[in-house]
């Protein structure tokens, strides 16, 4: 950002800061939050104090003298901090004042950036999870981006935390992460750690499958600790019958020049044709619009047809841009940073969307 003078920050700090982000609903919370490490607000001296749900009626009064001078407050309170309701734990902020959110949605909206419907689209998934990730609640939004900069943007009630975890998504961006691995990394699903060693193994030639094997066990592995919903088990490899659906799916597929096969595939992975399906982090009916992203295409994601049409629309953009099922495939379910660094062999498959390749790839095989 203009103006911003950039502190210098080591692998090892990231490492250490990444790997203490709070995990949305802990118990300990932070009065305080200060943005020091973020671009977007510069202190001298920092003051965060954490608490326990038993003393936090003292810290108000520690929060008075901060703000009062009493305790030699280095910065104001709007340039800083963000103070969490007394009544629901959570911390009230505007979208845009988070470095990440920000940085994305600059990195979006660059000239020749997103010009195109399909990438319009695809910047909204990526905003999606990341904005979700910092917020630190997966049910928040939808984020459109054209409501982005409207008069001062939206806000969101973040759960406490948000500007540590902010603060690391900024940094995982700056290093060239994608919104998928930054989002995984803040909501404690994967580590930087992990994700730095499988990159080393793909740079000494052990190969997408070893790295994609050693980020499925760190997945599984953290995600039992910090997210166990994530290590649930999902939908299984059925077929359900979609015969009420097959006429709105071959004339899509065939308006978009996509196989019938693969929408059929990606439905029953996506829905198991139950067009009333919503995932915990909002994604609606048959093919899993984000409503975000649903916006963009200019669909009603609850109306099955539009829901198959938009969907159906948007995954032909993806396969004219990434040139082939499989990567067209993660970025459906990655988001299409994700998919551009695991086609320049920066990354590999793991978690959620490893499993979920592995699964529409397996419909096909068996109904072509």
Known sequence: MAGFEARPTTNAHLDHQADAVPAPGSRRYSVVECA?????????????????????????????LTL??????????????????????????????????????NQIRRPGGTTTEGERAGAAADF????????????????????????EGPRALAMPGVRTRDSVAYQLLSLGYSAREAADVVSGRISKRALDRARRMLVVGLG????????????????????PRASQARLGLRSPAS??????????????????????????T???????????????????????????????????AQNIEGGVRYFSYLLKMFGGVELALVAYNGGPGFAQRYARGETALYGETRDYVRRVLSRLQTTR
């Open 270 to 304: 996506e829905s198991a044709f139950d067009p009333r399906a919503r995932s915990r982090s909002g994604a609606i009916g048959l093919m899993q619009l984000m409503p975000a992203t649903a916006r963009e295409l200019g669909v009603d994601p609850f109306e099955p």
């Open 68 to 105: 009062g001078g009493g305790l030699g407050a280095p910065a104001t309170f709007a340039e800083t901090a963000s103070v969490e309701s007394s009544i629901t734990g959570r911390v009230d902020v505007r979208l845009l004042d988070l470095a990440s959110v920000s940085r994305l949605l």
């Open 208 to 227: 997408q499958q070893a790295a994609a094997d050693y980020l499925d066990k760190e997945y599984t592995r953290v995600s039992a600790v910090n997210d």
């Open 128 to 151: 999606t999870l990341l904005s979700q990730a910092v917020i630190g609640d997966p049910s928040s939004g939808p984020f459109v981006l054209d409501d982005l900069t409207a008069g």
């Open 36 to 64: 020091s490490q973020s671009p977007i607000a510069r202190t001298t001296d920092v003051w965060t104090i954490h608490v326990s749900l038993a003393c936090r009626r003292s810290c108000w009064v520690l929060l008075l």
């Open 243 to 268: 015969s009420l659906f097959d006429p709105l799916i071959d004339q899509y597929a065939n308006l978009h020049n996509v196989e019938a096969t693969i929408v059929r595939a990606i439905i029953a």
